[in-house]
């Protein structure tokens, strides 16, 4: 089933937001293959992060990630207004298929 | 740069099928694994199939396997999804996607499936 996101989170510009990813033995916690998306309003989705803690070329250092046991994280550092998105995590699985989350919208206030 | 363009959605039965593209360029199509991932209107992503650059290992959700098949080309860098017994549940964008079950690092645009009578 899908990894369990918050729905909505938000924060004041320069702040810092933790979006959490909680999955099972199964998947986040059995791999260090979590990667986050970020997605805007009618575009495609963006990677973020990988395998946990990594950035793809181009993406803010104020991104980033951690995991521990069945929960993944993804931390953004000094909100800024374009970082208003909505953020999915995925997870590789036991059953060597792909799990998301239900996504969590970001608002920045 | 790296390009990912799919086409094949339109309106269709349910019931009926549906053959999804995806044309890719800027990379060396033939070395890498690819996904299809989809989102139904107003909802989150889905994984839907993935295929190893050789073609011969393919994976499928649950909810698609035995009706739908992903396929490739690395002659014509193109990468396939053939959709079977659609449902109205099969409704949404498809993305193809450049990457394996650990993550996708680029996406297309994505194409609009949907499923009505």
């Known amino acids: 089933s899908a990894l369990t996101q918050p729905a909505s989170v938000s924060g004041s510009p320069g702040q810092s937001i933790i979006l959490s990813c909680t999955g099972t033995?199964?998947?986040?916690?059995?791999?260090?293959?979590v990667s986050w998306y970020q997605q805007h309003p009618g575009k495609a989705p963006k990677l973020m992060l990988y395998?946990?803690?990594f950035r793809p070329s181009g993406v803010s250092h104020r991104f980033s990630g951690s995991k521990s046991g069945n929960t993944a994280s993804l931390t953004v550092s000094g909100l800024q207004a374009d970082d208003e998105a909505d953020y999915f995590c995925?997870?590789?699985?036991?059953?060597?298929?792909?799990?998301f989350g239900g996504g969590t919208r970001l608002t920045v206030l | 740069e790296v390009l990912l363009v799919e086409s094949g959605g339109h309106l269709v039965q349910p019931g009926g099928s549906l053959r999804l593209s995806c044309a890719a360029s800027?990379?060396?199509?033939?070395?890498?694994?690819m996904t299809w991932v989809r989102q139904a209107p107003g909802k989150g992503l889905e994984w839907v199939a993935n295929?190893?650059?050789?073609?011969?290992?393919?994976y499928y959700s649950e909810s698609v396997r035995g009706r739908f098949t992903v396929s490739r080309d690395n002659a014509k860098n193109s990468l396939f999804l053939q959709m079977n017994s659609l449902r109205a549940e099969d409704t949404g964008v498809y993305y193809c996607s450049r990457g394996s079950q650990r993550f996708s690092d680029y996406w297309g645009q994505g194409t609009l499936v949907s499923v009505s009578s």
């Open positions: 033995d199964s998947d986040v916690g059995a791999y260090n293959f």
């Open positions: 800027g990379f060396m199509f033939g070395n890498y694994w």
């Open positions: 995925s997870s590789y699985t036991n059953s060597s298929l792909v799990v």
């Open positions: 395998d946990v803690r």
């Open positions: 295929i190893h650059q050789r073609g011969n290992e393919r």
